[in-house]
C-alpha cells in the first residue's frame, strides 16, 4: 500500500466475485506488435505477489514530459507519491474460470499507459471478464518500450561474455506537437493506429483461445495454455478513456467482432466526420460532469440513432481524472488542486462507471448475469447520474 501517513489511500478492490490475476504480453520483436497487460479471473493465491502499479521509471519520465515538467524532480516527486502503490490483482496467479469469458479489450488516454487503469479493468475482471489493456505505440502513451533485434555494430562492440539474447530494449516516448502543428492530421493517424492495435490484441487473444502457440517476448511465470478455449469469442466488447474513446469508435468501425463499445469521457476530435455513420454497434457514453464541452458532444449526438442503441449519461461531481487511477492515490485537497479528483467520492464515481458499464455489456453481449440490475444506471437514474448530458448543445449543431 502507500506509504503510511495515507494508507487509506489506494486503488479500491474489485468487488466481483473472482480473485484477479493480471501478467503482461508483448508480441514480437517489432514496434508494429501487440503489447498488452490482461487481467483475468484466478485461483486465490497467497503466494501472488501484487505488481507496482508504474512498473518502471521511465513511465515517470515519460509523465513529465507529457507534462511539461522537470525530468528528474518530477521523478522523485512521482516516486514518493505514487512509487509504492500496487495495483488490485495478483501476478502471475493461475488462470481459473468454470465457465468462458467474455473478452474487453482496453483503450487508455493520451500520456496514459497500460496499467493506470487497474480500478476499472480489475473490476471486470473480478466479475469474469479477460480485459486486455492495450499499450500504444502511437506515440500518444507517456511512454512504452519494444524490443528490437541488436545491429552488427551494437553486437561486434559489447564484450562477448555479456551478450544475452540479441535483443535491445528501446522505449518511445510521448510526442508533443510542434509549435504551430496542426492537431487533427496527427491524431486522426494516431487514432487509426490505436484502433489496428486494439484488433492486434483481440486477434492475438483469438489465438491463444485456439491453441495457437504465440511467443511472449516478455518473460513471465503465467502459463498461457491455460487460457486455451477460455474465452468466449462471441462476447467481445472495447471500452477506453478519452482519446480510447475515440479508440473504440474507430475500432468497432473496423472491427466487428466488437459487439459493443463504451467510451468513458471520449475525446471525438480524431475521428473523420465520414466514420459517424458507418459505426454500426451500441455504444454507451459515460462523461464526467467538467471535462465535456458543446462541440465534443454534439460529435457524440451524430451517433444518435433510432435503430442501434445509443446511450449518454454523466456522472455528477466528477473531473476527466475520475477514470484513470489517479483519483484514488492523492489527499483531496492536493487531488482536487490537481484536477485528479472532482466533489464525488472518487470510489463512488467508478463504482457508478463499472455498474453502468457492466450493465450494458450484459444488454449487448448477452451475458447471463446479474448485471441488468444496474440497468437504471444506463438511463441515468441515480441520485449522481445525469442522463444524457449537463453541457448545452445548440440544437442546430446536431
Ligand atoms: C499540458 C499537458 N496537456 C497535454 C496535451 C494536457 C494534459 N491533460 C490534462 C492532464 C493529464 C493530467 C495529469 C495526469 C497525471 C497527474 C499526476 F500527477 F497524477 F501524475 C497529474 C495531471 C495532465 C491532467 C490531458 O491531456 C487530458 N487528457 C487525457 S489525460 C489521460 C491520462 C494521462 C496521464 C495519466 F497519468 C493519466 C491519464 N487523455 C486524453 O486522451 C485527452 C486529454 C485531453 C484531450 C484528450
Given at each position: 500500500m502507500g506509504n503510511t501517513c495515507s494508507n487509506h489511500l489506494g486503488i479500491p478492490p474489485a468487488k466481483g466475485p473472482n480473485a484477479v490475476g493480471c501478467t503482461d504480453f508483448m508480441m514480437d520483436h517489432t514496434v508494429k506488435g501487440t503489447f498488452f497487460r490482461i487481467y483475468y479471473p484466478c485461483q486465490e493465491t497467497e503466494k501472488a505477489e501484487r505488481p507496482d502499479w508504474v512498473p518502471c521509471k521511465e513511465y515517470f519520465n515519460g509523465l513529465?514530459?507529457?507534462?511539461?515538467?522537470n525530468r528528474?524532480?518530477?521523478e522523485r516527486i512521482f516516486n514518493y507519491l505514487f512509487g509504492s502503490f500496487k495495483i488490485p490483482a495478483f501476478l502471475d496467479a493461475p488462470f481459473k474460470s468454470n465457465e468462458k469469458c467474455p473478452v474487453v479489450i482496453f483503450s487508455h488516454g493520451l500520456g496514459a499507459f497500460r496499467t493506470l487503469y487497474s480500478a476499472v479493468c480489475a473490476e471486470l475482471a473480478s466479475q469474469g471478464f479477460i480485459v486486455a489493456s492495450v499499450e500504444h505505440r502511437d506515440q500518444s502513451a507517456s511512454a512504452t518500450y519494444y524490443f528490437r533485434e541488436k545491429t552488427e555494430s551494437e553486437r561486434a562492440s559489447e564484450t562477448s561474455a555479456s551478450a544475452q539474447d540479441n535483443l535491445v530494449q528501446e522505449w518511445m516516448y510521448y510526442r508533443s506537437l510542434k509549435h504551430g502543428e496542426s492537431e487533427f492530421p496527427v491524431r486522426n493517424k494516431q487514432v487509426k493506429q490505436r484502433a489496428d492495435e486494439c484488433i492486434l490484441a483481440l486477434d492475438t487473444l483469438i489465438k491463444i483461445n485456439s491453441g495457437i502457440p504465440v511467443q511472449n517476448v516478455l518473460k513471465t511465470q503465467f502459463d498461457w495454455t491455460t487460457l486455451e478455449n477460455s474465452m468466449d469469442m462471441c462476447r467481445i466488447a472495447a471500452v477506453g478513456h478519452s482519446f480510447g474513446g475515440a479508440t473504440v469508435i474507430e475500432a468497432l468501425c473496423k472491427e466487428v467482432k466488437f459487439k459493443c463499445g463504451i467510451a468513458l469521457d471520449a475525446w471525438m476530435t480524431p475521428l473523420d466526420d465520414e466514420l459517424y455513420h458507418r459505426v454500426k454497434q451500441p455504444i454507451f457514453f459515460i462523461?464526467?460532469?467538467?471535462?465535456?464541452?458543446?462541440?465534443?458532444?454534439?460529435?457524440?449526438r451524430k451517433l444518435d440513432s433510432a435503430v442501434i442503441q445509443r446511450k449518454m449519461i454523466t456522472i455528477r461531481g466528477t473531473v476527466h481524472q475520475s477514470f484513470p487511477d489517479f483519483t484514488f492515490l492523492t489527499g483531496n485537497w492536493i487531488g482536487k488542486l490537481m484536477k485528479l479528483k472532482g466533489e464525488l467520492d472518487p470510489e463512488l464515481a467508478i463504482d457508478l462507471s463499472n455498474k453502468a458499464t457492466l450493465a450494458f455489456l450484459q444488454r449487448h453481449l448477452g451475458l447471463e448475469k446479474n448485471f441488468n440490475r444496474w440497468d437504471p444506471l444506463i438511463d441515468g437514474q441515480d441520485e449522481n447520474l445525469i442522463q444524457g448530458t449537463n453541457v448545452t448543445v445548440l440544437q442546430s449543431a446536431i
Amino acid at each position: 500500500m502507500g506509504n503510511t501517513c495515507s494508507n487509506h489511500l489506494g486503488i479500491p478492490p474489485a468487488k466481483g466475485p473472482n480473485a484477479v490475476g493480471c501478467t503482461d504480453f508483448m508480441m514480437d520483436h517489432t514496434v508494429k506488435g501487440t503489447f498488452f497487460r490482461i487481467y483475468y479471473p484466478c485461483q486465490e493465491t497467497e503466494k501472488a505477489e501484487r505488481p507496482d502499479w508504474v512498473p518502471c521509471k521511465e513511465y515517470f519520465n515519460g509523465l513529465a514530459d507529457f507534462m511539461k515538467i522537470n525530468r528528474t524532480l518530477s521523478e522523485r516527486i512521482f516516486n514518493y507519491l505514487f512509487g509504492s502503490f500496487k495495483i488490485p490483482a495478483f501476478l502471475d496467479a493461475p488462470f481459473k474460470s468454470n465457465e468462458k469469458c467474455p473478452v474487453v479489450i482496453f483503450s487508455h488516454g493520451l500520456g496514459a499507459f497500460r496499467t493506470l487503469y487497474s480500478a476499472v479493468c480489475a473490476e471486470l475482471a473480478s466479475q469474469g471478464f479477460i480485459v486486455a489493456s492495450v499499450e500504444h505505440r502511437d506515440q500518444s502513451a507517456s511512454a512504452t518500450y519494444y524490443f528490437r533485434e541488436k545491429t552488427e555494430s551494437e553486437r561486434a562492440s559489447e564484450t562477448s561474455a555479456s551478450a544475452q539474447d540479441n535483443l535491445v530494449q528501446e522505449w518511445m516516448y510521448y510526442r508533443s506537437l510542434k509549435h504551430g502543428e496542426s492537431e487533427f492530421p496527427v491524431r486522426n493517424k494516431q487514432v487509426k493506429q490505436r484502433a489496428d492495435e486494439c484488433i492486434l490484441a483481440l486477434d492475438t487473444l483469438i489465438k491463444i483461445n485456439s491453441g495457437i502457440p504465440v511467443q511472449n517476448v516478455l518473460k513471465t511465470q503465467f502459463d498461457w495454455t491455460t487460457l486455451e478455449n477460455s474465452m468466449d469469442m462471441c462476447r467481445i466488447a472495447a471500452v477506453g478513456h478519452s482519446f480510447g474513446g475515440a479508440t473504440v469508435i474507430e475500432a468497432l468501425c473496423k472491427e466487428v467482432k466488437f459487439k459493443c463499445g463504451i467510451a468513458l469521457d471520449a475525446w471525438m476530435t480524431p475521428l473523420d466526420d465520414e466514420l459517424y455513420h458507418r459505426v454500426k454497434q451500441p455504444i454507451f457514453f459515460i462523461n464526467s460532469e467538467k471535462f465535456q464541452w458543446a462541440g465534443n458532444i454534439s460529435r457524440m449526438r451524430k451517433l444518435d440513432s433510432a435503430v442501434i442503441q445509443r446511450k449518454m449519461i454523466t456522472i455528477r461531481g466528477t473531473v476527466h481524472q475520475s477514470f484513470p487511477d489517479f483519483t484514488f492515490l492523492t489527499g483531496n485537497w492536493i487531488g482536487k488542486l490537481m484536477k485528479l479528483k472532482g466533489e464525488l467520492d472518487p470510489e463512488l464515481a467508478i463504482d457508478l462507471s463499472n455498474k453502468a458499464t457492466l450493465a450494458f455489456l450484459q444488454r449487448h453481449l448477452g451475458l447471463e448475469k446479474n448485471f441488468n440490475r444496474w440497468d437504471p444506471l444506463i438511463d441515468g437514474q441515480d441520485e449522481n447520474l445525469i442522463q444524457g448530458t449537463n453541457v448545452t448543445v445548440l440544437q442546430s449543431a446536431i
